[in-house]
């Protein structure tokens, strides 16, 4: 759960999620690299003389900054397709649970068991009780086992939704006419809101 000002991610709850914290601090590490090179060089020039013009005529210098970039980009989009490809791959779910987005209230549906259906639509503000946390509490919630593998089949009725939960590191959208699918796993036992 996010609380007031915070900074960074929430809690990962899922190997999906741990393995976008760690991308996030490898990319957020090198980009900070980067900058503080520019920022150093960028002083550097400002505070001393230029003795050695030519030096930054030299095929070698050239070589650098034209190859260094190029590695820097392949240390991050490696990662970052392992990552993707890991998001989309389905392994043998043990549990299917079908997410139709209505307007105002969303239809979840476990496809598995026969006849087990049900509308989670979210609680008035006046309706709230104390600790309850206003937009994200609902009058049903979605119940899935922990350390299972869960398909998602997500889909809309009538406009464009996002089904999310920043925990588990899932955000697919809900659109009418199409059939999207993620996969979950949650490590931990928990409340989680999307």
Request: charged share 15%; hydrophobic share 45%; no cysteine.
């Amino acid at each position: 759960m996010a609380y007031p000002m915070q900074l960074g991610f929430q809690d990962a709850t899922s190997p999906i999620m741990e393995e976008l914290l760690h991308f996030h601090d490898h990319t957020l590490m090198i980009v900070f690299l980067i900058s503080s090179l520019v920022l150093y060089i960028i002083a550097l020039m400002l505070t001393t003389k230029l003795t050695h013009v030519s030096t930054m005529d030299a095929q070698e210098v050239e070589t650098i900054w034209t190859i260094m970039p190029a590695i820097i980009l392949i240390t991050i989009a490696l990662p970052s397709l392992r990552i993707l490809y890991m998001m989309d791959e389905i392994n043998n779910p043990s549990l299917t649970v079908k997410t139709m987005g209505h307007q105002w209230y969303w239809s979840y549906e476990y496809t598995d068991y026969e006849d087990l259906t049900f509308d989670s639509y979210m609680i008035p503000t006046s309706e709230l009780k104390p600790g309850e946390l206003r937009l994200l509490e609902v009058d049903n919630r979605v119940v899935l086992p922990m350390e299972m593998t869960i398909r998602m089949l997500i889909s809309s009725e009538d406009v464009l939704h996002s089904w999310a939960v920043p925990s588990l590191g899932l955000k697919t959208d809900a659109i009418p006419g199409r059939l999207n699918q993620t996969t979950l796993m949650s490590t931990r036992p928990g409340l989680f809101y999307g």
